[in-house]
């Protein structure tokens, strides 16, 4: 189903004055005034305690020794052996590749 507007094709000046109509028309997201604007300030200033606490905890928590990713032709069949396996077939197939070591 297409959108009503699009981003992808410029806006007609009919479907822009629909869009400030609608803007315009609700009462919960009235646009800021110039003063309103002025007094914006960025949210680490605004909230220090929480722009650092969410600072901290963004992304995987970090590891001694991280694992190295790796592209890998396999034959297909023994995949499929060890997907037959369960959800953690990967880290059964590393346990065996660390068990081989030369």
Do not use: C, Y
Not at 39 to 58: M, V, Y
């Amino acid at each position: 189903m297409p959108d009503k507007f699009s981003s992808k094709r410029p806006l007609t000046d009919a479907e822009e004055a629909q869009i400030q109509k609608m803007i315009t028309s609700d009462p919960d997201a009235p646009e800021l005034t110039d003063e309103q604007l002025r007094q914006g300030r960025p949210f680490a200033e605004a909230f220090p305690d929480l722009h650092a606490s969410i600072r901290r905890s963004r992304g995987r928590p970090r590891v001694e020794s991280p694992k190295a990713a790796v592209t890998l032709r396999l034959d297909p069949n023994a995949v499929a052996r060890f997907q037959a396996l369960g959800k953690d077939w990967r880290t059964r197939m590393a346990e065996i590749l660390e068990k081989a070591k030369p």
